[in-house]
């Protein structure tokens, strides 16, 4: 029995390695689906602010105007409420805190030109 080799250690390794693989993958299945609620969410919420920003623009019988703050060309654009290009602000898009990014991606909505200037005024110091 010299060449034999003693093998009752393994099923119980094989099977601690076998339920932390388990464990492992439990734990990153529920935060992938975690994120992509909070994502779905996010993105219905979005959907609601864009259709509620449309009716404000739509139903408006105010002289203020609509103002959009987008990304243009690697800097800040500022659109009017029918998408044209009224101004360009001078300040890369790239140097922005990724929140600043995101929001801009989306649209950011000036509904005065008192606010727009704030905004202007926000991101060029």
Do not use: H
Not at 98 to 108: V, W
Not at 114 to 124: K, R
């Amino acid at each position: 029995m010299d060449g034999d080799k003693d093998y009752r250690g393994f099923p119980s390794a094989a099977l601690i390695v076998a339920l932390a693989a388990v464990l492992i993958s439990a734990i990153s299945l529920y935060f992938i689906v975690s994120v992509s609620v909070q994502l779905d969410r996010l993105t219905e919420n979005a959907a609601k602010l864009s259709l509620s920003v449309s009716e404000l623009a739509a139903g408006s019988e105010t002289d203020e105007e609509i103002f959009v703050l987008r990304e243009y060309e690697g800097v800040i654009g500022v659109f009017d409420s029918s998408g044209v290009l009224v101004d360009i602000i001078n300040v890369q898009v790239m140097s922005l805190p990724e929140a600043d990014r995101r929001m801009l991606e989306s649209g950011i909505y000036a509904f005065s030109r008192g606010e727009l200037l704030s905004l202007i005024e926000d991101y060029t110091g």
